[in-house]
């Protein structure tokens, strides 16, 4: 293997240990930062995302809550939740999993939800204001990809981006990270998805490619340039009996073509994943330090 390997658990420690000095000043002031996680029905990969959040929490000395309902509940309980959660004090941030079971209408309870809490960095407020380049609650996934990059001090200024995949959670606010002025970003950023016409020709002209489209093997090593970075957003459960749980993870790159040819590449797991987390914390932390100071 030619490339460096972005080691996304490295880089989330680093972030998480400088975010104890903060904590322990907000304990001063007797507010421990809190984080409530609503998960809906039994999406067994939401529920594992949901135990590891409240993990960490455990693990940084945060106070967390993780309230489960079934995938039945009705939409105005639901938000009569997160009304509570809103008024709640111990609590500084919200996260309600994604995906939500049908019919629930996800907009309405992102927007359900007091934009101050909104760690997730989803509410139309928070998504506006990182499109206007004065973000405070940037969503977990594309700020800790900006970590990544700034962590192996690899320079985005000028550079092609091409990201793959146009969600609300990924491609569309990496993206505006990444394009906007500032240290870390000033990127030419294109946005290829499961419409664009031929796919290969586009991300060989990148810089750095970022997959977010939830397809195993949907970059292989043509699709790009000598010398690339590769980040790799993708976690897909690819079904493998010779494993105790009968599944593995795999991300969206073909990892080991990609990374003959690439001058860094993330692992999955290990790369973009560990990140989310350490950006869930560092949100929640900033909305005590907001709220609450
Ligand atoms: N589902 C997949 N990623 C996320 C995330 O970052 N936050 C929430 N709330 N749901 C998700």
Redesign the pocket.
């Known amino acids: 293997m030619a490339a460096k390997l972005i080691d996304g658990k490295v880089v989330s420690e680093h972030i998480l240990n400088n975010l104890k000095p903060r904590i322990e000043a907000l304990k001063e002031l007797g507010i421990t930062p809190g984080l409530a996680a609503v998960l809906i029905g039994d999406n067994p990969a939401?529920a594992t995302?949901v135990n590891s959040k409240a993990k960490a929490c455990q693990k940084l000395g945060l106070y967390s809550e993780v309230i489960t309902r079934p995938a039945n509940i009705e939409q105005g309980d639901l938000l009569k939740i997160v009304g509570e959660l809103n008024r709640n004090e111990r609590i500084h941030g919200i996260?309600?999993?994604?995906?939500l079971p049908a019919p629930l209408d996800e907009l309405m309870v992102t927007l359900s939800i007091d934009p101050a809490k909104d760690v997730?960095g989803?509410h139309p407020y928070n998504v506006g204001m990182l499109l206007l380049g004065t973000p405070t609650l940037i969503?977990?996934?594309p700020h800790g990809i900006v970590k990544l990059l700034e962590y192996y001090q690899i320079e985005t200024l000028g550079r092609e981006v091409v990201v793959i995949g146009r969600s609300n959670?990924v491609g569309k606010p990496v993206a505006a990270l990444l394009m906007q002025k500032g240290k870390g970003a000033n990127a030419t950023v294109t946005i290829a998805h499961s419409q664009s016409r031929d796919l290969p020709s586009i991300t060989r002209r990148a810089d750095i490619v970022i997959a977010a489209i939830g397809k195993p093997n949907t970059v292989t090593g043509d699709m790009i340039k000598e010398g690339a970075v590769v980040i790799d957003v993708g976690i897909n459960r690819v079904s493998d009996p010779s494993t105790p749980k009968g599944y593995r993870l795999v991300g969206d790159v073909d990892f080991d073509a990609c990374a003959q040819k690439a001058s860094h590449i993330t692992p999955v797991p290990g790369g973009v994943g560990p990140m989310?987390i350490a950006m869930?914390m560092t949100n929640t932390v900033l909305a005590a330090e907001i709220g609450g100071a």
């Open positions: 939401s995302y996260l309600v999993q994604s995906p997730d989803f969503s977990c996934t959670i989310t869930l």
